[in-house]
């Protein structure tokens, strides 16, 4: 098979695995946004400041317990026997100062009448021995299914009306019920069930994708193995796995990189004989990739964060793509391009300046760092006791936007050594055909290693 022909066939075989690679960018592109939206909305909907820390809340479940305690309030004996005590005193009470009134002066005639006739009819004596009986009456009025209804009832109305004038604030309320709306659900218990299980499926295909991606990556190394000794179709390969590196890095840059999640999983105490449970009660949540950092910092409008975000941008960001354009056209461009210094500066030195390895380790050392800071915070938050219990977790995970940054950062250093190794076979080749040595039985006598080398010193063959 001929040269050309063998390059076009490597073109062909290789282009649907790149077009599989930019599917799977732009699904875990879409997916992570997406993923990232929902994962907000239901930050804020189980914010504590909505829950543990909201009057609503409190409100709602004190309005509840005390619903249900009047409900099932049953006078016992003891209650029963004060009730009747304050009844007697009560209407004995009553008895004394209907007494008084009788027995004050009367100046009219129907005055005296009244008063005579109360005196000749009316035995106060008699009547204070029958309080008992009357207090036992109105027990027995009170203790009657409809009474009670009435009473309940009452005291309900009343509850409800100190209900009504205790609220939160009106914008917070009407931002839960908006996004409660969105996801079609009537309360907080059925938007998180839906909305875990939502979550949970979108975190799946994300890693799906990304697994999917780092397997043409794996398949790209793979053929740069299976073709070592095909110098003549080196130079298709690597603009390929160019091509591929970029699509990792774009993917990389734009994925969430590390999430940040602190929550009380469950906080269960007993108030007034009956359990009070906050479940899902978020602390803090952050889920940011590079990119959204670097605008976070720059829209500060601060002169310190601004100047770390244009650092991140220059050296994170632009440093690494531009240095993938560059080994590009110097592999492919004229002889004259190449002696470009910017252009060699970019395609073998930039490597140096770029902080796409340090940013690679600063995320890792922040992740350790937050996690270690809130996995010991959190364990002050864990308590239990007879009559309270909390669970406190920190959910702060890596996410694919790493995983496939530190892909991007192996691949570009791999590139890198082997278009020196390209560079130096091809200068080789050209002095040969130069100085007439191509046909030197001593120089096609020399074989070169093999491309095992890429790391240590095997890709290529080292200068003659």
Excluded at 152 to 159: F, H, S
Excluded at 186 to 191: L, P, Q
Excluded at 433 to 440: E, F, L, P, S, Y
Aim: aromatic share 10%; charged share 20%.
């Amino acid at each position: 098979m001929s040269k050309t022909l063998s390059r076009v066939f490597l073109i062909v075989l290789l282009t649907p695995l790149l077009a599989c690679a930019v599917w799977c960018g732009r699904a875990i592109d879409r997916l992570s946004d997406e993923r990232k939206e929902v994962k907000a909305d239901y930050a804020e909907l189980n914010n504590i400041q909505y829950g543990l820390l909201s009057v609503d809340a409190w409100r709602d479940h004190i309005t509840m317990i005390v619903s249900e305690q009047i409900e099932e309030f049953q006078l016992n004996q003891k209650q029963e026997a004060l009730l009747t005590a304050q009844l007697n005193t009560t209407l004995n009470a009553l008895v004394t100062q209907a007494h008084e009134m009788v027995n004050e002066k009367q100046k009219t005639l129907k005055g005296k009448i009244k008063k005579a006739a109360i005196k000749t009819f009316v035995n106060f004596d008699k009547v204070r021995e029958r309080v008992p009986e009357f207090s036992k009456t109105i027990i027995n009025e009170l203790k009657k299914p409809q009474s009670k209804d009435r009473l309940q009832l009452l005291a309900k109305d009343k509850l409800r009306e100190f209900a009504e004038q205790t609220h939160d604030n009106l914008s917070s309320k009407s931002n839960l019920q908006n996004i409660l709306t969105k996801y079609h659900s009537a309360d907080v218990v059925i938007f998180n069930q839906k909305i875990s299980a939502k979550l949970d499926s979108m975190q799946r295909l994300t890693y799906y994708y990304t697994y999917a991606l780092l397997i043409c990556l794996f398949v790209f190394l793979v053929l740069w193995i299976i073709l070592r000794k095909q110098s003549a179709l080196h130079t298709p390969l690597f603009v390929m796995s160019v091509l591929l590196a970029m699509i990792v890095l774009f993917v990389g840059l734009s994925a969430p990189m590390i999430e940040i999640d602190a929550r009380i999983k469950e906080l269960n105490f007993t108030l007034i004989g009956r359990h009070m449970i906050f479940n899902d009660q978020v602390l803090f949540f952050q889920s940011k990739s590079i990119l959204d950092v670097v605008h976070i910092l720059i829209s500060t409008h601060k002169a310190d964060s601004v100047v770390v975000g244009i650092l991140i941008l220059i050296f994170s960001v632009a440093f690494p793509i531009l240095k993938l354009i560059s080994t590009k056209i110097y592999l492919l461009g004229k002889e004259k391009w190449r002696g470009n210094k910017v252009l060699k500066f970019f395609a073998f030195k930039s490597g140096k300046w770029s902080m796409a390895d340090v940013m690679v380790v600063a995320i890792m050392m922040t992740y350790i760092g937050f996690k270690g800071i809130l996995d010991n915070q959190m364990q002050g938050l864990t308590l239990h006791s007879d009559s309270l219990a909390s669970i406190a977790t920190n959910e702060t995970s890596l996410q694919p936007g790493f995983i496939l940054f530190i892909a991007y950062v192996i691949f570009g250093l791999i590139l890198g050594v082997i278009l020196k190794q390209i560079t130096k076979q091809q200068n080789r080749a050209a002095f040969y055909a130069r100085t007439g040595r191509a046909n030197d039985p001593a120089v096609l006598s020399m074989k070169l290693p093999g491309f095992a080398q890429t790391i240590s010193k095997k890709i290529f063959p080292r200068p003659y």
